[in-house]
C-alpha cells in the first residue's frame, strides 16, 4: 500500500507544531480510512514533546475519536503532544481489529516524530473502559508480532513507555465466569477453530512480561458493568513479576466514579496526571 496519503493527511500547515489538527490519515486497512486527532503544545521546546494517546470506549460497538478532543487539548496545555485516535468497531471488526488501529497510530507518529516534534520514545498510551482494554493491550504486546501490521510503517514497532486503564476489561477471559462478558461476546471472532485458545489470545496477561511498560490502574469496586475483580486478577499477574504500577481501587465506585465517588475520583486523578509526568520524562 503507498503511505504517501497517510503522510500528506495532515489537514494544515504541520510545521507550525501548535494547536488541535483534526482528523490526520494515517493509513488504511480492511478498506477502512484510519485516521488520529492530535493537539499541540501553544509553545515550542527544544526538547522534543512525550506523546499520550487517549482512546475512547463506547462499549467496543459505539463512540468516535473526537469525544476525546476537549481533553487532549487540556492535556496539550500540560506540555504533552495529545491525540485521540479512531478504531475500528464491532460487530463488523471483532477481535483484534481495534488492538491493530491503535498500533498503527503509534508507529505513525513515530515515524513522523521529526515532523511532530515529538519523542518517540515517550509515547503513553490511555483510556477507559473499552478504550482501557485497548491501551492494555497495546502495552503487552509491543515486544510481540502476533498482530499484523498490515504494511503500515513496518519499519517502526509500537511499543509504549507507559499505559493508564480505567474500569478496564483485563481479566483471564478463559475463566467461565466471563464466557457471557460483554467483552467476549462484542468481540470474539467469529471464526474462531480454537475458543480457549481465542479467548487466551485475546487476555492481556497472555503476553504480559518483565519487558512491558508500567501500567496505572483504577477501578471501581461496585462497577456493574466490568467487574473490579479483572482489575485485581490483572494486578495480581503484575504483583507475580514484580512489575512496576499503580492501582486504585476506588470504594463506592461505579463505572464511571467521577460521579459515583467524586472525592476520591479527585485522587485519582491527581495521580493519573503525576504518573504521565513521571513516565514523560
Known amino acids: 500500500m503507498c503511505l504517501s496519503s497517510a503522510a500528506n493527511g495532515f489537514q494544515k500547515d504541520s510545521t507550525s507544531l501548535t494547536g488541535f489538527q483534526e482528523n490526520i490519515l494515517i493509513g488504511k486497512i480492511d478498506g477502512v480510512q484510519l485516521s488520529i486527532n492530535i493537539s499541540f503544545p501553544a509553545t515550542r521546546t527544544i526538547e522534543p514533546r512525550p506523546v499520550v494517546i487517549l482512546i ?56 513522523n516524530a521529526a515532523r511532530y516534534h515529538i519523542n518517540p520514545e515517550r509515547i503513553i498510551v490511555s483510556g477507559s473502559s473499552a478504550g482501557s482494554y485497548i491501551a492494555v493491550m497495546v502495552g503487552v504486546t509491543g515486544n510481540s508480532n502476533i498482530f499484523s501490521d498490515h504494511g503500515l510503517y513496518s519499519n517502526f514497532d509500537s511499543t509504549v513507555h507507559a499505559v493508564t486503564a480505567q474500569s478496564a476489561p483485563i481479566g483471564n477471559l478463559i475463566l467461565p465466569q466471563y464466557a457471557e462478558s460483554t467483552i467476549v461476546k462484542r468481540l470474539l471472532p467469529l471464526d474462531y477453530t480454537d475458543l480457549k485458545m481465542t479467548l487466551s489470545s485475546m487476555s492481556p496477561a497472555t503476553f504480559l512480561d518483565e519487558n512491558d511498560p508500567p501500567f496505572f490502574l483504577s477501578h471501581g469496586d461496585v462497577d456493574p458493568i466490568i467487574p473490579v475483580e479483572m482489575s485485581r486478577e490483572f494486578v495480581n499477574e503484575l504483583e507475580n513479576i514484580n512489575h512496576s504500577f499503580e492501582y486504585h481501587e476506588v470504594n463506592g465506585g461505579t463505572h464511571s466514579f467521577r460521579n459515583s465517588a467524586p472525592k476520591q475520583s479527585k485522587v485519582v486523578f491527581s495521580s493519573y496526571l503525576k504518573f504521565l509526568k513521571k513516565w514523560s520524562k
Open 56 to 111: 475512547h470506549g463506547g462499549g467496543f460497538i459505539s463512540g468516535d475519536k473526537s469525544s476525546k478532543n476537549k481533553q487532549i487539548m487540556k492535556l496539550s496545555k500540560l506540555g504533552f503532544v495529545s491525540a485521540s485516535a479512531m478504531y475500528r468497531l464491532s460487530p463488523d471488526y471483532r477481535f483484534p481489529a481495534a488492538i491493530e488501529d491503535i498500533k498503527l497510530a503509534v508507529r505513525f507518529l513515530k515515524a
